[in-house]
Structures are given as C-alpha cells and as structure tokens.
T-cell receptor, first 112, second 115 residues
Framework: SQQGEEDPQALSIQEGENATMNCSYK?????LQWYRQNSGRGLVHLIL?????REKHSGRLRVTLDTSKKSSSLLITASRAADTASYFC????????????FGQGTELSVKP | EAGVTQFPSHSVIEKGQTVTLRCDPI?????LYWYRRVMGKEIKFLLH????????ESGMPNNRFLAERTGGTYSTLKVQPAELEDSGVYFC?????????????FGPGTRLTVL
C-alpha cells in the first residue's frame, strides 16, 4: 500500500453505537484528512487535522492524530444508518507536492 | 459556487475501445488532480496539473492513459485502448494552491466499466 493500513477493513454496528476507524501511515506528514464515499458516489471531505494538532472535532466526528506513532483515528458517535459508507484517510506532505496518499479504507455498515 | 463536475457519471465500453473522461474544476482553482479506485482497492493518485502544465504524472499506469488540460481550465483523461483492469471509479479534484495544507475538492467520479 502507498499509505499503510486502515483497520478495521470492515465494521458493522447498530444505530446509536460509536464507530472507531484507525489509519496508519508511513512518512512524515503535514496534514491528514478523512473522506467518506457513499455507495460508489463521490468523495466527501470530512475533516482535516494538521501535524501540529492532536485532536479535532466536527459535529459527531472526532479525529485524533499521533505523529509519534504515525497513526490517526476517526470516531463517529451516535451512528446513524446514513453513516453507512467507505471511509478513507489521506495524507499530504511537502515532498508529495500536493497529492494525497490514501489508505485502503474502512467499510462501515450501520444497521437500523 | 459550483463544485467539481465530472462527465460522464458512468461509462460502459468494450475492451479495446477508447473512452474520454472530463473534469471541470472549481473556477479559479489552478491545481487539478486525477485519482482512481480500482476494484474496491485503495484510491491512487494518477497525476497533477498546475494550470495547463503536468506537475506530477508519476501515478499514470502506462502509456494507454493520456491526460490534457488545454487552456488550464477543464481536463480530459483518455484511455486508449481500454483494458479490463482499467475498470474502476476515476475521481478528479481541484484546489486553489498545492500547498499541503490546502483542501482538495473532489468531483462525484466517473465509474468506468470495461467489458
């Protein structure tokens, strides 16, 4: 993989439960971003966390970043059926010239 | 403000045929990127334009793929001849500048099916 690993590869939960997805990366980064893709549709930008930040919140989303471990986590609280989608982390670095390096993604299924 | 648009949304072609995908970035965005997700795998970078110039084409898989951005506005990605393994979703993204802090805005993607 260009990026590293995302785990789990697939996650199935009930509505109302929390979902946690993890992402590891290999190189030094300037920021890490999380995206969502709903059933074959386009990528939706969820949240961006810079390398000097450790935690960021946006609505029901909470992202953490640990640069010493080269890892990030995305927590979705009080999940809804509409959260069912593929979730990807992507990193940006100075030596990447602006392009994003994506992880393999986590398939989240939220059952009503 | 209009977002990134891509055309067509879905294309089904026979192996050996030619397909051209189009991307219209957000107005004023000099940077345009192509990515693709093949067979449910990870999303991979293909290339990056700054205005009409190819800044980085290190992700282009082979010479069957040709990307252009004449005039620095919309971009096309042509696959000729298409092979079965080219099936997947092709995404286009644009950004105002290419610094690593800048968010990229993605289009809805073109789903390419090669039979």
């Amino acid at each position: 993989s260009q990026q590293g690993e995302e785990d789990p590869q697939a996650l199935s939960i009930q509505e109302g439960e929390n979902a946690t997805m993890n992402c590891s990366y290999k190189t030094s980064i300037n920021n890490l971003q999380w995206y969502r893709q709903n059933s074959g549709r386009g990528l939706v930008h969820l949240i961006l966390i810079r390398s000097n930040e450790r935690e960021k919140h946006s609505g029901r989303l909470r992202v953490t970043l640990d640069t010493s471990k080269k890892s990030s986590s995305l927590l979705i609280t009080a999940s809804r059926a509409a959260d069912t989608a593929s979730y990807f982390c992507a990193t940006a670095s100075y030596n990447q010239g602006g392009k994003l390096i994506f992880g393999q993604g986590t398939e989240l299924s939220v059952k009503p | 403000e209009a977002g990134v648009t891509q055309f067509p949304s879905h294309s089904v072609i026979e192996k050996g045929q030619t397909v051209t995908l189009r991307c219209d970035p957000i107005s004023g965005h000099d940077n345009l990127y192509w990515y693709r997700r093949v067979m449910g795998k990870e999303i991979k970078f293909l290339l990056h334009f700054v205005k009409e110039s190819k800044q980085d084409e290190s992700g282009m898989p082979n010479n069957r793929f040709l990307a252009e951005r004449t005039g620095g506005t919309y971009s096309t990605l042509k696959v000729q001849p298409a092979e079965l393994e080219d099936s997947g979703v092709y995404f286009c993204a644009s950004s105002q500048d290419a610094t690593s802090y800048n968010e990229q805005f993605f289009g809805p993607g073109t789903r390419l099916t090669v039979l």
